[in-house]
């Protein structure tokens, strides 16, 4: 995907012992100069438009001044360590933290020429366009034809039933779970195995034809083999949508997406080409943690 903007130099000049241990706040948020981003932050063509977000918690400010790109039918990856906000950040994107009371957003979201936070933005028709897929499989109490068939139900996109049946068997090929479960529809879609729960909850978030695809960390709970299908089927999605992914494996970032955006302290450190990141990365922050020092 075509990029622009060069990089932004944000590092101090500091010696290289006041950056150990990395573990510590104060050396890190030296470091890090709030609201600069190294690397490639924007894109040519964006699906999302993300400028100086905020997220507080309370008085607690959980995403420190960050804004980014997230282009047309890319995959981006967003890594760092447990707490640093990627997450958060992701959810604001369809505006799960609504279900927060004490969370409030700040800055501009906007998803094509859409602010994603007016005030008379319909949430349910915003998660159509952007679904999600959560960190651990969730399937309704449901037939999997049910579970499948239940968003285009309730979104009326379906008149007829066979226009049912026909969402539902495309959603279950591009997911690449039709195969597996076109004899058995019926059944409950509890009993099927982790790997195809999951693949189900992705049927499911596709059924209702969104834009963008939210995945928080999808194959944390899965073995390698289901995860292996689940990065296979991210791959193959990719042409049809734009694909965010929160994950805590570097070698799953490496595998899937083509940008990486480095999280830390609720900062947005570095955005670049993914395998820039994990082989010449720009900020100092982003080499400690793709090596291993800390994280």
Known sequence: MNTMNPTVTSEADMPEETLIPLQEERPAETVIEEG??????????????????????????????ISLDIGRNEVIAFIGPSGCGKSTFLRCLNRMNDSIDICRVKGQLMLDQDDIYHTKRDVVELRARVGMVFQKPNPFPKSIYDNVAY????????NRKSDLDEIVESSLRKAGLWDEVKDRLDATATGMSGGQQQRLCIARAIAVSPEVILMDEPCSALDPIATAKVEELIAEMSESYTIVIVTHSMQQAARVSNRTAYFHLGHLVEVNETDKVFTSPEHELTESYITGRFG
Not at 41 to 53: G, I, S, T
Request: proline share 8%; aromatic share 10%; glycine share 10%.
């Open 36 to 65: 600069k981003t190294v690397g490639i932050p924007f894109a040519d063509d964006p699906k999302f438009r993300l400028r100086n977000v905020e997220v507080f918690y309370g008085e607690e400010r959980a995403i420190k001044n």
């Open 151 to 158: 968003g285009p139900r309730i979104h009326g996109l379906a």
